[in-house]
T-cell receptor, first 113, second 114 residues
Framework: AQSVTQLDSQVPVFEEAPVELRCNYS??????LFWYVQYPNQGLQLLLK??????LVKGINGFEAEFNKSQTSFHLRKPSVHISDTAEYFC???????????FGTGTQLKVEL | DAEITQSPRHKITETGRQVTLACHQT?????MFWYRQDLGHGLRLIHY???????NKGEVSDGYSVSRSNTEDLPLTLESAASSQTSVYFC?????????????FGPGTRLTVL
């Protein structure tokens, strides 16, 4: 069975500072990885995805993530955050075959002035 | 533009009542999913469907049912609502078969069971 761990439930950061949100997964087979963002009182929106190819994936709003197979990680990064990045971020994994997603518990990013 | 909608957006009900949450997508996607979101648990899969007349149980399916009579809709029914089912419910859809596709999410339904 696959699982996703997001160790940081909350990450406070000042505006214009860099940020990294951590995601580790466990699976015995090949996986496909996603980061979703949820703004207050809204549904989830795809930030980026890793399906194959380059391990460095760029997404919307200046976010990027790196797939590291040896460390089973898919950490999300942004070099300079903005107040509008305040949201909850979810890492998710699927093994394909119908696209069922397993989500992590989420990381609340709070950007402060 | 294609979209996925959920109704109602907010619902308060009493223990023991039957409740149905609607999900409608205009993407013409084969795959549809229902999740519940609870603090500390992230999103957990309740039921999913890969096409008309197909339904499958997810991780937390007890007390819930779904039916798929057409491509666009996957209503979620709570047969006898319990306080433990107070949650935010999200519907999602994706293209089907073969490849891996992203899921598109609806805006959610906040359900309170008193």
């Amino acid at each position: 069975a696959q699982s996703v761990t997001q160790l940081d439930s909350q990450v406070p950061v000042f505006e214009e500072a860099p940020v990294e949100l951590r995601c580790n997964y466990s699976s015995s087979v090949s996986v496909y990885l996603f980061w979703y963002v949820q703004y207050p009182n809204q549904g989830l929106q795809l930030l980026l995805k890793y399906l194959s190819g380059s391990t460095l994936v760029k997404g919307i709003n200046g976010f990027e993530a790196e797939f590291n197979k040896s460390q089973t990680s898919f950490h999300l990064r942004k070099p300079s955050v903005h107040i509008s990045d305040t949201a909850e971020y979810f890492c998710a994994v699927t093994q394909g075959g119908g696209n069922k997603l397993t989500f992590g518990t989420g990381t609340q990013l709070k950007v402060e002035l | 533009d294609a979209e996925i909608t959920q109704s109602p957006r907010h619902k308060i009900t009493e223990t023991g009542r039957q409740v149905t949450l609607a999900c409608h997508q205009t993407w013409n996607h084969n795959n549809m999913f229902w999740y519940r979101q609870d603090l500390g648990h992230g999103l957990r899969l309740i039921h999913y469907s890969y096409g008309v007349q197909d339904t499958n149980k997810g991780e937390v399916s007890d007390g819930y049912s779904v039916s798929r009579s057409n491509t666009e809709d996957l209503p979620l029914t709570l047969e006898s609502a319990a306080s433990s089912q107070t949650s935010v419910y999200f519907c999602a859809s994706s293209e089907g078969s073969g490849r891996v596709y992203e899921q598109f999410f609806g805006p959610g339904t906040r359900l309170t069971v008193l």
